[in-house]
Nanobody, 126 residues
Framework: QVQLVESGGGLVQAGGSLRLSCAAS????????RGWFRQAPGKEREFVAA????????RYADSVKGRFTISRDNAKNTVYLQMNSLKPEDTAVYYC???????????????????WGQGTQVTVSS
């Protein structure tokens, strides 16, 4: 059974940092694109970042570019999201996800991802 489990969320002041982790189990994830999405209250789920199965390839939403960094450790089946210079508008539930097909492209739409974690809350106070 495939499972994705996020951790690392919490409450932080504006300008602070958090590091999210997403541990995966149930299959070999090194062949799959991994992504992070977020959903604020009353808003649609939105793309944050993705990292390819190919080393060094990443993709970011414009709103987080230069502040967030996605990385992965295939030996641990884990993907990370380092979030710096956090803003109140970054407040949301953050979800990690795994692509539908192996060796796919880095999609930014939620339907392109098959497996999802339960989410972790990130709250940024002003």
């Amino acid at each position: 059974q495939v499972q994705l489990v996020e951790s690392g969320g919490g409450l932080v002041q504006a300008g602070g940092s958090l590091r999210l982790s997403c541990a995966a189990s149930g299959r070999t994830f090194s062949m799959y694109v991994r992504g992070w999405f977020r959903q604020a209250p009353g808003k649609e789920r939105e793309f944050v970042a993705a990292i390819s199965w190919s080393v060094g390839s990443t993709r970011y939403a414009d709103s987080v570019k230069g502040r967030f960094t996605i990385s992965r450790d295939n030996a641990k089946n884990t993907v990370y999201l380092q979030m710096n210079s956090l803003k109140p508008e970054d407040t949301a539930v953050y979800y990690c996800a795994s692509d539908r097909t192996p060796y796919g492209s880095m999609g930014y739409r939620a339907f392109e991802y098959e497996y999802w974690g339960q989410g972790t809350q990130v709250t940024v106070s002003s």
